[in-house]
């Protein structure tokens, strides 16, 4: 009876999205179970399909694209070109098997929707992949803001030791150098051989191709109306009202994703963690050595890293601190969090409304809302509203696999109001 509802919700919302998008065609998968990167280019395509990537992004005021463009770095189309060809290139991995697009797939909301990423030989790290969509408007890089810029972030993937692997910059620059094609393509880029700052740039520069707002919730704050079913209206109030979401997830002019772009300890996984213990063991590792290699290291490949912030500021303050994410297409970046733990937008929506797991350090913010069954079904219908409309079709499809999933997997359902309420709503259909 439950999944009945759920499927009508969806229905609605596949009825209300245009039936854009692309179709997967029979090409082999990449390694380590990512897309095909030739697939992944061609939907790309359809999708930037007339975008100047030299003009600043629809959806996005000028002004403040302008205050995000590095002086070193302007948008020219040679740098887009290139750093789209380096991105999707999996040659710039130790083994020749893992790209970017290997974890920020085109086909899974660029993301690799797994808990945690796999990297060259297998190896898993302990965070989420984020989507690179939109990143090129994030504040910071990374769940604990360790890179500043897109330019310094695309660097060290490539250089990681469980992610593409290369001792460093000099041997991937060595590499992508040998191969013919690239020193053209650099030339007319930078105007100078393949170096390592430039790999940067240019994937930076390509990064910032990947601006998608253009979502039904914008259609709606442009005036549309009925862009908005009831459902998702009524999700958009309590998101800025009684859930209190905007306060950390503010969507306007000066904020376009939904981030503060502040780190916040919501309460994640604390309910596994000795911080104190964590916090004095981090110390003791990054007092012998406080590179940004030994911040990788500790946040990818220990539980350290449930320290977030603090092992990158150490300060008291920052411990179980994570920069607010996007909420922007978020309905097809799951599984959800730092450490991927949330499976879908309901388990995300039943954390805050349990006030998240206390811990010394919780977030003033978070406190139990009280949001009865059908509040929480509003808003995470009005999370899915946050999907640019060019994934319009993934987004629906995502919908309906989480709404399953929620019907029969819900962690915190056995809870408070909503827990309550849910059992008379079973019981009133069960009456009839
Ligand atoms: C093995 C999987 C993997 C590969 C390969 C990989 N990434 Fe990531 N990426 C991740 C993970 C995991 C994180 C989050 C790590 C963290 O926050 O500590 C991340 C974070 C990011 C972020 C930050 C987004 C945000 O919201 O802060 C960007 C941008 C990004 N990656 C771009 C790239 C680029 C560009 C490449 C190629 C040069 C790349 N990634 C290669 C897994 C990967
Ligand atoms: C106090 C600030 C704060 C408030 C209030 C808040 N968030 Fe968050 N949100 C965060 C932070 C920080 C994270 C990342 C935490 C982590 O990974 O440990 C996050 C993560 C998320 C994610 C996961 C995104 C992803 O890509 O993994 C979603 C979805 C989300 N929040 C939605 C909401 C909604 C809906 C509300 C209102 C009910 C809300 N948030 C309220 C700060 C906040």
């Not at 399909?49 to 302008?66: E, H």
């Not at 060595?174 to 053209?184: H, L, N």
């Not at 730092?338 to 039943?350: A, E, P, R, Y």
Request: with cysteine.
């Amino acid at each position: 009876m439950r999944v009945h509802r759920i499927v009508i919700l969806s229905l609605a919302w596949a009825v209300a999205s245009a039936a854009s998008g692309f179709v997967l065609v029979g090409d082999e998968p990449a390694p380590h179970g990512a897309t095909n990167f030739d697939v992944q280019q061609r939907a790309l395509d359809a999708m930037l399909q007339g975008v100047d990537a030299t003009k600043p992004p629809l959806g996005v005021d000028p002004l403040l694209w302008a205050s995000l463009l590095p002086a070193d770095n302007a948008m020219t189309a040679e740098r887009v070109a290139l750093g789209r060809k380096l991105y999707f290139d999996p040659r710039l991995s130790k083994d020749g098997t893992v790209s970017c697009a290997t974890c920020h797939d085109v086909l899974r909301g660029l993301t690799d929707r797994r808990p945690v990423s796999e990297g060259i030989g297998d190896k898993l790290g302990r965070r989420n992949a984020p989507t690179t969509l939109n990143a090129a408007l994030l504040g910071s890089m990374f769940w604990d803001g360790r890179a500043a810029t897109l330019e310094d972030q695309a660097k060290l993937p490539i250089i990681n030791p469980i992610e593409m692997g290369f001792a460093n910059g000099d041997e991937a620059t060595a590499v992508i150098a040998k191969i013919p094609e690239y020193g053209p393509l650099f030339q007319a880029a930078y105007g100078r051989a393949p170096n390592y700052d430039d790999i940067g740039r240019a994937i930076a520069a390509f990064e910032r191709t990947l601006v998608f707002v253009n979502s039904r919730f914008d259609a709606h704050r442009a005036g549309k109306a009925g862009a908005l079913t009831p459902s998702e209206s009524n999700g958009l109030s309590l998101y800025e009202g009684k859930a209190r979401c905007a306060t950390c997830h503010p969507l306007n002019g000066t904020n376009p994703v939904g981030s503060d772009h502040v780190f916040h300890n919501i309460g994640v996984s604390a309910r596994h963690q000795d911080f104190e213990k964590l916090a004095t063991r981090a110390l003791a590792e990054l007092a012998k050595d406080g590179s940004i290699e030994t911040i990788e290291r500790l946040a990818l490949e220990t539980d350290v890293g449930e320290l977030g912030r603090f092992v990158v500021t150490r300060n008291y303050a920052d411990i179980g601190g994570f920069r607010t994410p996007t909420v922007r297409n978020v309905g097809i970046t799951g599984p959800y969090m730092h450490d991927g733990s949330m499976q879908t937008l309901w388990d995300v929506v039943d954390h805050y409304n349990k006030g998240g797991e206390a811990n010394p350090w919780l977030d003033g913010g978070i406190e139990p809302l009280a949001l009865t069954e059908s509040e929480i079904n509003d808003l995470v219908a009005f999370l899915f509203a946050l999907t640019d409309e060019r994934f319009a079709q993934d987004n629906a499809a995502e919908m309906k696999r989480q709404a399953e999933r929620a019907q029969t997997v819900r962690p915190f359902r056995d809870d408070g109001l909503a827990r309550r309420e849910r059992d008379g709503f079973e019981d009133r259909l069960g009456n009839r």
